[in-house]
Structures are given as C-alpha cells and as structure tokens.
C-alpha cells in the first residue's frame, strides 16, 4: 500500500529543509514540520561541484512535491559562491557554480534562486555591485533554460558583504542588462542587524516606505524569518528563535498580519534542533501571532 502524503500548510509558512537522502525528502521533511513552502540546497552547501541530479531522483522529487500541495520550493545557493570577488579562481568557480544552480533548478522546476550578492573583500562597494552585475549579465545568458528570478537576499553587512543596504540591491539589479530577472528576499535578522529596525509600529511603517521606495514592494518575492542574537545595527549575522532574540515577536506580529505579504513565502533558517522539532515549534509562534 503506497505511504499517505501529508497535506501542505494553507499558509505560506515553511523553513529550510535538509535533503539528506534525496530531493525528495526535503518536501516529506517540510509536510512533517508543517510547512506551506520550504527552502532547500539542490546540492551540498559546502563543496563548489554538486551530486549530479539523475532522471530518478527528479521524477521522485516532482512526484513528492506534486502530492504535498505546497505552495512552492526555493533554492538557496552554496555558501562558497562569491560573484563580487576579483578575477581568479574564487571568482571562476563562483561563476561555474551559480550556472550548475541555475541548471539545476530548471531541470526541477525550481524559480526562484535565493543569494547573498557577496563580498568586495576590500576592493570598495562600487566595484563588488558592478562584478555582481558583469557576473548575472553573463550566466543569465550562459544558462537560458533558467528562465526564474534571482532573489538578492538582504545582509548584515559583516567584514566587506554587500547588500546590507537596499541601494545596493537595486543597484544591482538596475545596472543589469537583466533588470527583470532579479527579486529580492528580505531577511528579518539581517536586516534588523544592518540597522532597519522592525520592532515598533513606526519603524516597521518607515522601513517597508523606504523599501518601497527604492526597491518596490512588488519585487519582494520571499522572507527570510529569523530573530536575531545580537542587538539593532550590530552587523552581525547570528540568527535566534522566533521571540527569543533581540527582536523578539512585535516586528513578526506586523508581518505575521500584514495583507500585503500574506502569499509571500516566509521561511524560517532558525536553528533545527531534534528531528527538526523546532521548526514546529517557530511556526507555531508565528502563527500564533495571527489573532
């Protein structure tokens, strides 16, 4: 008798799922959770070269996504990916890996890739914004089956990392030749820790009018919940339990009920614990903000 398949969440809740054991096993991981979207690595996070994907291992994985019922699966890129580094080997593998990314998500039917833009490593942020925009120019015509978005994640800004500002988003993706390929994912603790405080009503108002303003709020394609270990403004990415952090649960109050983000997917990167079992647990939270 075949396994019964659990029903996604009806809401846009999820967290990054392991895919120990196969693709497949991200969205059973998910369902068991109670996620309504997850995020998932198509490969190893760690290492520039992925497990080649075979026909089996696709049909298995669109088969379990097919049966779930969730909203929809996001990639993140591997953390060694630096498209803002100099010419030379970091930059040359950088490339090569992001296209097998792109490669891979479009034989899964993956659209949208998630990214830090990456590190200037001292060379200043005017010339890490426009190594960015040289390196999307070229995969987005390198790899044209990829027809999804890249969402530019928003940082903490720690050491030379890019992207702790949202000008420097939009100017990577205005200076592209491929402006309409790029979405931006918005980072809760990241961008508490780069100074946009989200934990009272008027800063919450403030800081999604300045996205607006310079990104649009139509380009906000994915959240990234996660409170955050250390204080407002402190540049440091160290990501905390839902209400356990410097945050705490007021700013994920005024998302958790804003109509304007409600089919916008929010995935949390909090830590797992036992058999992912605090995954259930932040989702509780968040839900529990919802009146």
Known sequence: MKKAIRTASPDYLGAHMSIAGGLHKAVERGLEAGCGVIQV???NSNQWKGKALTETDISLYR???EE???HEVVSHDIYLINLAAPPGDVRDKSLAGFAEEMARCARLGIDSIVMHPGSHLGDGEKTGIMRIVEAFDTLFEKV???RGLVLLETTAGQGSNLGYRFEHLRDIRDRSGFPQRFGICFDTCHTYA????????EGYQEVFEEFDRILGLVNLKAFHFNDSKKGLNCRV???EHIGRGAMGLSGFGFLMNDERFASIPKILETPKGDNN???AINLRTLRDLVP
């Open 68 to 70: 779930s019922g969730l």
């Open 277 to 279: 079992e605090m995954d």
């Open 63 to 65: 088969e379990r996504l």
């Open 194 to 201: 780069a100074g946009y405080d989200l934990t009272t009503k």
């Open 237 to 239: 990415d160290r990501h």
């Open 41 to 43: 690595f198509t490969q």
């Open 144 to 146: 044209p089956e990829f």
